[in-house]
């Protein structure tokens, strides 16, 4: 018997049952089209997940939603599930993007559209793949931008001894696009580029709080943070661990990307180390991925190279005018 997880009003598919997941054949899976996630029961995922489900049934399709989490054999095995139970097309957050070009090629056997979602892949010629997401630079500067408003406010650049954390998933040419325009605008607001220490991490909030404690308690003299990440799971893992090492919100910058999970202390009252944060809509890139797919599969029309979602900086102040907290 098939399983399934319902969470937030998104059927989410167990990664371990993916193989049972279209039980009942591709005979009644005529218009299915599927959203295959790393890291799905991330927030942002949940609502990228929830926007795909929503833009598809409204266009008459049925869709499925598969979390893989990091595991990229996974994701292997649910496209192969996609492809025998039918799918007319397939959006996809890879965990790795080194398996693009399998991925890409076994969508182009079997005859069906293929885009990817957030994170950028290529088929083996080096052609990308259809993208539907962010300018990954643009998100980066906006951030680089706040925090360094924010760093120049504080007065932390006439005295003191301060440090920046740049949270980074180094293996992922998105996240680095990002924290590397982040570093950029931080730097062009006077920070000392010395003062920059990274912080790998795998985009989860446990593998930051691990990460950034032996970097913070490396450098004692420091006693004001920014700090800047992928995504907001590595900002709050960051800032987590400073919490941990005794810094107090006030002497904390922390701008998120993201906003899911900055929110949440702005909603609460609370004091927090973030100051602001890039809000992204997973709902828009979901929505957009599912429009996208059944456009070119109703029209017959190529899918468009990229689609690109807006985005806007938040602070406690506003965030309420511009976004929905989770």
Known sequence: MTKFTRLLGCTIVAASLIGTAFAGGAAAQDKLIVNINKSGTQQYFIDQGNGFTKAAEELGYKASVINVELDANLAISAITDAIAAGAKGIAITVPDQAVGPAIAKAAADAGLLLVATNDNIADAAGNPIPLVGFDGKDMGTKVGVAAG???????????????????EVQTLSVCNDRTNASRDE????????????????????????????????????????????????????????????????????????????????????????????????????????????IASLENGTPLPLNTVADTSIVTPENYKDVMPCP
């Open 186 to 293: 931080v730097t062009k607001a006077g920070a000392d580029a010395a003062k920059i220490f990274p912080i790998t991490y795998d985009g989860t909030t446990n593998s930051a709080l691990e990460a950034a404690g032996p970097v913070i308690t490396a450098h004692p003299d420091v006693d004001k943070w920014v700090v800047f990440a992928c995504n907001d799971e590595g900002a709050l893992g960051t800032l987590n661990a400073l919490n941990n090492a005794g810094f107090s919100p006030d002497d904390i910058i922390g701008v998120g990307l993201g906003a899911y999970e900055a929110c949440h202390p702005w909603a609460a009252g609370q004091p927090s180390g973030f100051k602001a944060a890039l809000y992204i809509s997973g709902t828009d890139v979901g929505a957009g991925a599912a429009k996208a797919l």
């Open 149 to 167: 408003d924010l760093l120049k406010k504080s007065g932390w650049l006439n005295g003191g001894s301060y440090g920046i954390l740049s949270v």
